[in-house]
């Protein structure tokens, strides 16, 4: 199988920059600018619940039908219902269009996302997954980043009817880019699958363990975007330094995907080694964070970018090589289900933590489930005797 053109592949990057800004970009927007009826937080925690909630329901579902009825109809279905749900709010400027538009926009993500991420598979060999998926997971990265700073720009000129509107136009855009560049990759035979059967594939260590560390570095990020300028401001640093802090994660998240892929390609390195050092590096950036003042800050924010970079196209070219052709929609809405929950559940386990002790023991914490995957991998290994080597 030869390597998908560029012009093929730019629509799906396109895609994932999208689900990315469109997740960052209101989320962050929404709490500041009672113009837009977003005057409480109750009203906000609703709200932002209810991107991801929907995320968290229908992304396997959408992934099976990926499976069924091909991927490239799920892309494109899924990008012309988020440009729809983005409009309902440009629109009707109500309290009530504002759920919707944002119920509309996550739903509408649960289905081009998996259905991305498998094209992305399946247009190319598994010895180039990591190459793809380093690029994938950089503009993924470059739409997390963009999403609070450009999305301020756009409330800040035109409220968030102007944010939903480029959305909008995001979303129509990339769908007619994906018509033309994206081709028709046909549904593969599917032997028949019971309940017993997905169980058993979604306990195996190959999906298994890629997921997990994907959860992992997804709850690493989520903690260090959200906490980090919490502590920055507790040891008395300003905005500026603060959000410095938090464009130095991103950024570094994003270099590192593109390179990890490719070494991984190269064969310069394994799944399973990148993948533990990458945990490591997460957990070692969120032992920085306890440490008071800017340097903590910036130590942390660069390892956890470092970290959850080499993960995040590790673990997805692992779930790809690991996984029937035929199966590839379903793994990865059951991936991207597993990250939603890292995405949730980290930053809850750090709050529970801090309110019952303080922030550092709730970093600390999460440290340590980081550092225990890979420490008993080692040791594992080691009782083992140095057995044969696994995929991950």
Partial sequence: MKTAPARQMWP?????????????????????????????????????????????????????????????????????????????????????LLWVARLGQGAAASAFSPAASALVARLNPSAKHGRVYGSYGFYKSIGYTLGPLLGGVLVWAGGLRLLFGVLTVLGA?????????????????????????????????????????????????????????????????????????????????????????????????????????????????????????????????????????????????ALASGTPRERLGQTMGAAELGRELGDAGGPLLVAGVATAATLSYGYAVLAVLLAIGPVVGVLLRSGAGGGPRERV
């Fill in 12 to 96: 799906l990057y396109a895609a994932g920059f999208t689900t990315a800004f469109g997740a960052h970009g209101i989320a962050a927007n929404l709490g500041g600018h009672s113009a837009d009826r977003v005057t409480s937080l109750l009203v906000l925690g609703g709200l932002l619940a209810l991107y991801d909630g929907a995320e968290v329901l229908l992304k396997p579902v959408f992934g099976t039908i990926a499976d069924r009825i091909g991927a490239r109809p799920v892309l494109l279905g899924g990008l012309v219902a988020f440009a729809a749900a983005s409009a309902l709010y440009v629109v009707v400027d109500s309290p009530g």
């Fill in 173 to 317: 855009v990339v769908a007619v880019w994906a018509l033309l560049a994206v081709p028709r990759v046909a549904p593969l035979p599917r032997a028949r699958q019971t309940v017993l059967d997905l169980a058993r594939r979604l306990a195996d260590p190959a999906f298994l363990t890629p997921t997990a560390a994907l959860a992992g570095a997804t709850a690493a990020l989520s903690v260090g975007v959200g906490f980090l300028p919490v502590s920055g401001a507790g040891a008395g640093l300003g905005t500026v330094a603060t959000g410095a802090a938090v464009s130095v994660l991103a950024a570094c998240s994003a270099l590192v995907q593109p390179r990890a892929g490719r070494a991984l390609d190269a064969g310069r390195l394994t799944a399973r080694t990148g993948i533990g050092a990458g945990l490591l590096t997460a957990a070692a950036g969120l032992a920085c964070a306890t440490i008071p003042g800017l340097t903590g800050v910036l130590l942390a924010a660069a390892l956890i970018g470092v970290g959850t970079g080499l993960i995040t196209p590790l673990g997805f070219a």
